[in-house]
């Protein structure tokens, strides 16, 4: 087993709509041996192909609070149930240190493979519904971030070839960028993160 190394927002391969798996040959089955080794060497509780620059549609998970208990979803299908959505303080391994609300439907259905090609429809709730939207959403180049990042100012100093993006949330937390001009966004150096009053001081 290996270690892979997780591609970090603003990454634009992060945005990659991820492709079905056709077949779990012997090669997905090391991705997934990684892909969740990976995940418990983070400290995260799920990790999307797609973070790991695979863009296919497969998800490790692991919501056991002794982490034995990994889950794999392969090719998944997340149909909400209910309109109701309830608000959660997530985070993400590709965007460190960022934590923040996000509102997702309660409850869900989730219709996938397991890593032995077994079928997996289950009706739920809680921080699997929570995890499983999350997840879907790197499979399909969403980001947490962009349910509360706005570009909040971008400087661009004509006498030099750098310029800031400063992306702000609800919260008055800031996420600074720093690159060449004419960068495009997903290449640039991720400067610095936290609040307003941290700003100042930098
Ligand atoms: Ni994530």
Known sequence: MALLPILNYPDPRLRTIAKPVKEVTAEIKTLIADMIETMYDAQGIGLAASQVDRHIQLIVMD??????SPRVFINPKVTPLVEEKQ???????????????????KK???????????????EVEGLLAVCIQHEMDHLNGVIFVDYFLNTAFSCVNEYSEWMFLIL?????????FLGKCGTNIGKLELLFVGTLTALALF
């Not at 919501?63 to 034995?68: A, F, I, Q, R, T």
């Not at 869900?108 to 289950?122: P, Q, S, T």
């Open 63 to 68: 919501l056991s609070e002794d982490k034995n």
């Open 108 to 122: 869900v259905r989730i219709e996938a493979l397991d890593e032995h090609g077994k079928k997996i429809d289950e």
């Open 87 to 105: 608000p959660y303080e997530e985070g993400c391994l590709s965007v460190p240190e960022v934590y923040d609300s996000v509102e997702r439907p």
């Open 168 to 176: 702000e949330n609800k919260k008055n937390f800031y996420v600074v």
